[in-house]
């Protein structure tokens, strides 16, 4: 690692959408960004196109739901860099839009569980060696307001439910590791393919609330749930 940039942010899900202006938006702050991407060609052009505007970023392959992919994607993390500042576990999906609970296909709901909570925890455990060498480590979850508690309504249960259940998984990791700040964080409704064409925020608003809080927020604020930078559940 370079000591113009020393300081390192693995985001997951990064090929595109709101991960990859994420990674955007801390490569221009001067973070060299590692773009996790679970398809190889989509991951590299993803980098590419940051290294193409002069950042410093790393295509690593990483697919959440895969166990070995991520003791694989941290083993060559730890050839390029030695410690993690950042780590955003962004890759997620939504794969019941707008159904109710009472038609749920519980094989969805278990799917979506593996990617959008089983595996932000093994990505956790697998990089946790790398932030505790950083001196000031984070790590964020990217949530949703449909995992709020407050406001929840019978909606695309199975997505909700998996991001109530990853704010209860930042909890846990901001009790057990003291020395990192964890914390859920919900973009709004973003512009992407998740998002469809309709929402009303872009991808760079939703992003720099994300940014903010990986970046400014002060440490001391751990195992909380944010929007629009203030605590929301
Ligand atoms: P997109 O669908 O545009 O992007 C999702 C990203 O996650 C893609 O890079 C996708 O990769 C990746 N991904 C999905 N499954 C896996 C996996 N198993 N392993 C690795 N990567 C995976 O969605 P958004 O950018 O909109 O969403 C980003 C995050 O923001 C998500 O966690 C979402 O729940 C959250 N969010 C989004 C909102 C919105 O309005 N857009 C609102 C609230 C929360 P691939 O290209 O290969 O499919």
């Not at 070995?68 to 060559?76: F, N, V």
């Not at 094989?107 to 979506?112: I, M």
Request: net charge neutral; charged share 20%.
């Amino acid at each position: 690692m370079t000591t113009e940039h020393p300081k390192t942010a693995l985001i997951t899900g990064a090929n595109k959408g709101i991960g990859f202006e994420i990674a955007r938006q801390l490569a221009k702050l001067g973070y060299a960004v590692f773009v996790g991407s679970r398809d190889i060609n989509k991951g590299k052009h993803a980098a590419q196109q940051l290294c193409d505007r002069g950042f410093e970023a790393t295509f690593i392959q990483l697919d959440v739901t895969d166990p070995l992919s991520i003791k694989q994607a941290a083993g060559t993390f730890s050839q390029k860099a030695d410690h993690l500042d950042l780590l955003i576990n962004n890759a997620g999906v939504l794969d019941d839009h707008g159904e109710d609970i009472l038609k749920l296909n519980v094989e969805l709901l278990n799917r979506t569980l593996t990617t959008n909570v089983t595996g932000p925890i093994m990505v956790i455990q697998d990089f946790l060696p790398f932030l505790q060498k950083s001196h000031a480590p984070r790590i964020l979850n990217v949530s949703s307001e449909l995992g709020s508690l407050k406001t929840m309504r019978a909606y695309s249960p199975a997505y909700s439910i998996s991001k109530t259940a990853l704010n209860a998984v930042t909890r846990q990791f901001a009790g057990a590791l003291p020395g990192i700040a964890v914390n859920s964080v919900s973009p709004g409704w973003v512009r992407t393919d998740m998002g469809g064409r309709n929402a009303p925020l872009s991808v760079e608003d939703g992003a720099a609330d994300i940014v903010w809080l990986a970046t400014e927020a002060p440490r001391s604020e751990t195992g909380k749930f944010w929007q629009n930078k203030r605590e929301i559940d």
